[in-house]
């Protein structure tokens, strides 16, 4: 998909179980899913608390509507999702990957027009494959890629530059005060956007191109 601007994606699930309406609020309380799946496995979820309305907010404005389709990383409980659809986004042009079974089941659950799927961001450019979309316009990351160990890291960097179209973006927000990626050994640039102070804890979102 060159240019600025993407023809609109009809996702169309290849395996079962996948359901597809916008939100959908359920019975049970995000925080509870969230603090479960911390409790069970603290290092992949790489936070205390789910992401803030403020950022969460703050990451979809960085989200032009021309960047689409748009591929997020490690939703969550959806704080993003919920806002890269009320930004605009169509849902058949967001597409979700989360490992963690039970944020993936409530994903699902609350997004069911979105096409969410249980699987490592490493399998991001197979999983696009499997419908047939060769490149997104946006990868939005909300990984904990400093809390990996660095050959991890780049390798699941490497993956998602791998998916995007040549004018294509990577969004990423970060707890540390650096740059949570390594730019120059990816030949990118990294454009910092901004702080979101209010957020627990403070979260700081980048940029990254392809130079």
Not at 46 to 71: T, W
Not at 108 to 125: E, H
Not at 155 to 172: F, K, P, S, W, Y
């Amino acid at each position: 998909m060159g240019g600025n601007r993407s023809p609109q994606i009809n996702w169309k699930p290849k395996r079962p179980g996948v359901r597809l309406s916008t939100v959908k609020p359920i019975a049970v309380p995000p925080n509870l899913v969230f603090f479960r799946s911390l409790l069970l496995n603290p290092r992949s979820i790489g936070a205390v608390v789910p992401s803030s309305p403020r950022l969460s907010r703050f990451i979809a404005a960085s989200v032009e509507p021309a960047k689409v389709p748009v591929l997020e990383i490690g939703a969550g409980t959806g704080t993003i999702t919920r806002e890269l659809l009320r930004s605009g986004i169509d849902p058949a042009n967001l597409f979700v990957i989360e490992r963690d079974a039970g944020l993936a089941w409530f994903l699902r659950q609350t997004f069911p027009d979105v096409l969410v799927r249980r699987d490592d961001a490493l399998n991001c450019g197979k999983i696009l494959s499997d419908h047939d979309v060769p490149s997104v316009q946006t990868v939005v990351s909300s990984l904990p890629l400093r809390n990996m160990e660095p050959t991890q890291r780049d390798a699941i960097v490497e993956a998602m530059l791998n998916t995007l179209d040549r004018n294509g973006q990577l969004i990423q927000y970060t707890y540390a005060p650096l740059c949570p990626i390594p730019a120059r050994r990816f030949d990118l640039t990294a454009e910092c956007l901004g702080r979101i102070w209010t957020n627990l804890p403070p979260a700081t979102v980048w940029r990254f191109v392809k130079r």
